[in-house]
């Protein structure tokens, strides 16, 4: 039987997108779980179970199927599917592709969330066409995805991209700081969306989401606004930084806080246009919250021939 869909997932620190997708990566059907309830118990089991569940929807048997990806945060050995290490999930050496290959019986590809968001964003988002790229994933933390050359750089050691722990306040070489979670950056944890939500609770004693947060500063809320303003000013800088190393032909932002910058992203291409010496264009991701769905989809893609 020919093998025509793929499953995928995006693993986040918030939520789970688990998706069916068919061989043309048109999204069949989609279920997001919540993290926090999934890692109380056997995550490859719980995802074992929610793509047997994507495939009975559509009623489409695992003989079909040619295999699975999925974006992870963290550090991720793409040769054999291991997470490192991801501190939003509490994972230290998970074997993930070897557990859901246990559980399901095909083929399991695993990335880093924010090159597998990156390599989504190449196929189906802002960066099509596109062949030297720095893609600023910024969620419930930081990471970036590079493009050199058409191809997304993973580094020696699968770390290229940990833009998360950039410092961007000399200061802390001499000061320290308080990582907002244990294995946090210093960028995560001044402009992540779990560090700045923690910031405003510490602030006011009121637990809000990153979009609340957002909305607050937008209607007036002083304490909002100056915890947002002093994270852009922190992104601000480390995109400056990232720039003048890399000098990509555009700077994509993406993720929970990322897609919420269009009010700051004027201020921040000002600041590009003049700290850096070739200034690449600034856009915001239109995919929705989907790039690393979608990139998990782009993983398996190229082996639908194959299997």
Same mark, same amino acid.
């Given at each position: ?18 998706g ?15 993290? $926090? ?9 719980? @995802? ?38 991801a ?21 399991v ?36 995805? @590079? ?8 580094? =020696?050691?699968? =770390? ?27 960028? =995560? ?30 209607e ?54 003049k ?15 989907? =790039? ?5 989809y782009?993983?398996? $893609? ?6």
């Amino acid at each position: 039987m020919k093998k025509k869909y793929i499953l995928a997932a995006d693993v986040g620190g918030t939520t789970i997108e688990c998706g069916l997708f068919d061989a043309d990566g048109e999204l069949l059907n989609a279920k997001t779980l919540i993290t $926090s309830e999934v890692i109380l118990s056997d995550v490859a089991e719980c @995802l074992a179970e929610e793509m047997k569940m994507r495939m009975n929807e559509q009623g489409i048997t695992m003989e079909e199927v040619c295999c699975i990806g999925l974006g992870v945060p963290g550090l991720v050995d793409t040769r054999t599917g291991m997470v490192l290490k991801a501190p939003s999930l509490k994972w230290n050496r998970y074997p993930l592709g070897e557990k859901l290959h246990d559980n399901l019986g095909i083929p399991v590809f695993v990335g880093n969330d924010v090159n597998t968001g990156l390599l989504g964003e190449v196929e189906k988002g802002s960066l099509q066409n596109v062949k030297h790229a720095l893609y600023f994933m910024i969620g419930t933390s930081i990471g970036a995805g @590079l493009l050199i050359n058409g191809e997304v750089y993973a580094g =020696s050691r699968f =770390s290229a991209g940990e833009v998360g722990y950039m410092v961007t306040d000399k200061d802390v070489l001499i000061d320290g700081f308080t990582p907002a979670r244990p294995g946090y950056g210093f960028l =995560s944890t001044q402009a992540g969306g779990f560090g700045i939500a923690l910031k405003y609770k510490e602030e006011t004693g009121k637990s809000v989401t990153t979009k609340q947060l957002f909305k607050l500063a937008e209607e007036g809320d002083q304490a909002a606004r100056k915890i947002i303003d002093d994270a852009v000013r922190h992104l601000t800088a480390a995109i400056i930084n990232a720039a003048a190393i890399l000098n990509p032909e555009v700077i994509l932002l993406g993720g929970g806080v990322g897609s919420e910058l269009a009010p700051y992203l004027s201020k921040i291409d000002e600041n590009l246009e003049k700290y850096v010496p070739v200034k690449p264009e600034l856009r915001i991701s239109t995919m929705q919250n989907r =790039s690393v769905l979608y990139g998990a989809y782009g993983l398996c $893609s190229k082996h639908l021939e194959d299997l």
